[in-house]
């Protein structure tokens, strides 16, 4: 896709499909790149953290969010996402575990455990989900589930680490399962949520080749991390913070 800034990390890019079948080191790779589609990337376990301190999605243990999701037919659902204080090993990298769970009228819809890690630099990357859906109490789908290294599955950029307009990058990437994108629309925008009312906010538009007609802004806050998504094509709907507990 676009190009965007890949700040201190050590990886080796693979040429894409129909370009040849070399890899270059990080050395030789313009550092005004971040992985794009389906490009491969090899990272070095040595350069990532658990403590994730992005200001504009800050992840320490036992931070808490709560959303109220609301879609066009006026149903609602309450989405509560967790920062534990447990980690995963992918592809050699130490990741967060973060806990979503979706529920509506107090029934279970979506269990999901996805997986976090920051570069040197403070890039976010996201390594994976392991994610259920669930109808009248039992599992109905577990697609979308995917982990870095495993079945041609590449890690993505959840919030690049200095965030510039017009930046865009790959969130995730798993061949007809993951392949949601990004792009920093602003660093200036206003956002009033029933938790408060922020400025300087950034906002992306995040899309996906699997659903082409569905386009989504999100908004994030310093010191906060995500407060408020809108569907503004294809769909309709709107997820706002409600609550927000920092942990230690």
């Keep these: 896709m676009r190009n965007l800034t890949l700040i201190g990390i050590l990886l080796l890019t693979a040429v894409g499909a ?13 550092a005004s790149t971040l992985p794009q589609g389906s490009e491969q990337v090899e990272l070095d376990p040595a350069d990532f953290t658990t403590t994730i301190d992005n200001p ?9 969010w709560v959303y109220r999701d609301v879609d066009v037919e006026g149903g609602r659902k309450r989405v509560e996402v967790t920062v534990t204080g ?6 050699g990298i130490e990741a967060r575990v973060v806990h979503d769970v979706v529920t509506e009228d107090a029934d279970l819809v979506e269990d999901t455990f996805d997986w976090y890690a920051q570069d040197a630099d403070g890039n976010l990357w996201y390594l994976g989900e392991d994610t259920k859906e669930y109808e009248n109490g039992k599992v109905k789908t577990t697609e979308g589930s995917w982990q870095a290294g495993v079945d041609g599955a590449q890690a993505g950029i959840a919030l ?3 965030p510039k307009v017009g930046m865009t990058y790959r969130q995730e990437y798993y061949a007809g399962e993951a392949e949601d994108k990004g792009e920093i629309l602003s660093l200036n925008e206003k956002a009033t ?4 009312a922020f400025e300087h906010v950034l906002m992306t538009r995040d899309s996906t080749p699997l659903e082409p007609k569905v386009l989504e802004h999100k908004f994030y806050a310093r ?3 995500p407060v408020l998504a809108v569907t503004v094509s294809g769909e309709s709907g709107r997820e ?3 609550r927000f507990v920092r942990g230690s």
């Design 193 to 196: 949520v029933p938790f408060g």
């Design 223 to 225: 010191g906060i991390g």
């Design 160 to 162: 690049p680490a200095a």
């Design 240 to 242: 706002e913070l409600v």
């Design 56 to 64: 504009y999605w800050p992840m320490a243990p036992g931070n808490s």
């Design 86 to 91: 447990k980690t995963k090993v992918i592809m």
């Design 18 to 30: 129909g370009c040849g079948g070399g890899s270059k080191s990080s050395k030789e790779i313009p």
